[in-house]
T-cell receptor
Framework: EAGVAQSPRYKIIEKRQSVAFWCNPI?????LYWYQQILGQGPKLLIQ????????DSQLPKDRFSAERLKGVDSTLKIQPAKLEDSAVYLC??????????????FGPGTRLTVL | QKEVEQNSGPLSVPEGAIASLNCTYS??????FFWYRQYSGKSPELIMS????GDKEDGRFTAQLNKASQYVSLLIRDSQPSDSATYLC?????????????FGKGTKLSVIP
């Protein structure tokens, strides 16, 4: 079974530039998550999709971050304009059944963003 | 504010010893508890989950849960250098119509050969 795919793996940009990350979840997984992991911290949930609808985006800085999941499969997270404090690893995860409280989340390899 | 607290470490143990990792959480409605291992530069991978009070064993790993004390721990027996990683405690709480993982900052474990 193929895992969660993400691209690019690394990205370096100047502040105020824009950047986009792509995620393809495990086939058949209804729920997709985007996390931000700053160095030395645990992952922080940015947004959760169930199929192609947003379940929770309460921690997404909506003035600069946006995300979409068209057709309920792959997803794109965008930052525009980027700030220095956005330097982090952006992790995508997916899970099979959104109604199961103990459902396992599987993480992709992440995209390491450096904002200069 | 849902919080998950872990000692950041580093925790150093000699090879073959038992490593004990601890985690406390603030939200009493938390329902499921997970331990993820994260090697440097890699993504988190699930190693244990526990849902009810008591112990759960899987090979060299034992998870312990005490909901009354809001405490969950992970024991690693016969620690190996390959166990050196950051261990993330994660707690599931009901969110906005869904169940969300809240992670602690992680405890860095170093197993000394």
């Amino acid at each position: 079974e193929a895992g969660v795919a993400q691209s690019p793996r690394y990205k370096i940009i100047e502040k105020r530039q824009s950047v986009a990350f792509w995620c393809n979840p495990i086939s058949g997984h209804a729920t997709l998550y985007w996390y931000q992991q700053i160095l030395g911290q645990g992952p922080k949930l940015l947004i959760q999709f169930q199929n192609n609808g947003v379940v929770d985006d309460s921690q997404l800085p909506k003035d600069r971050f946006s995300a979409e999941r068209l057709k309920g499969v792959d997803s794109t997270l965008k930052i525009q304009p980027a700030k220095l404090e956005d330097s982090a690893v952006y992790l995508c995860a997916s899970s099979l059944d959104p109604g199961v409280v103990a459902d396992t989340q599987y993480f992709g390899p992440g995209t390491r963003l450096t904002v200069l | 504010q849902k919080e998950v607290e872990q000692n950041s470490g580093p925790l150093s143990v000699p090879e073959g010893a038992i490593a004990s990792l601890n985690c406390t959480y603030s939200d009493r409605v938390s329902q499921s508890f997970f331990w993820y291992r994260q090697y440097s530069g890699k993504s988190p991978e699930l190693i244990m989950s526990i849902y009810s009070n008591g112990d759960k064993e899987d090979g060299r790993f034992t998870a312990q849960l005490n909901k009354a004390s809001q405490y969950v721990s992970l024991l690693i027996r016969d620690s190996q250098p390959s166990d050196s990683a950051t261990y993330l405690c994660a707690v599931v709480v009901p969110g906005a119509g869904s169940y969300q993982l809240t992670f602690g900052k992680g405890t860095k474990l170093s197993v000394i050969p």
